[in-house]
């Protein structure tokens, strides 16, 4: 399962921000934060959410941190990429689905 805080360090390093003489203050970390649950809300609306902030799938924390990026971008002078925000709701739904038919498929006996 994926840590917060390495989620939130990723999501910094994903829009370019930290480099080695950078040190990330509150505000920064606190952005990253608002970004990831940004992401997780709108995966909720979206209906796939399967799983709580506490324990997101490592599969899926690289698309998480693509849509924290996504979301925190422009406070950072970057402009938002469709092309990043597509490519993570992509794995996203794909994971979802898989682990929706890996589920046993319930039967009725005649």
Do not use: C
């Not at 994926?2 to 920064?28: H, P, Q």
């Amino acid at each position: 399962m994926a840590d917060i805080t390495t989620l939130k360090s990723r999501t910094l390093e994903k829009i370019g921000f930290e480099g080695a003489s950078e040190t990330v203050s509150d505000s920064d970390s606190d952005k990253a934060f608002i970004g990831l649950q940004s992401a997780h809300y709108e995966l909720e609306t979206e209906g796939l959410l399967r799983w709580t902030m506490n324990d997101i799938p490592s599969q899926l924390e690289e698309p998480y941190v693509m849509l924290a990026a996504y979301n925190i971008g422009g406070e950072f002078g970057l402009p938002q990429s469709d092309t990043l925000y597509l490519k993570a709701m992509k794995q996203i739904r794909a994971f979802v689905m898989t682990e929706k038919s890996s589920q046993p498929a319930p039967s009725e006996s005649f």
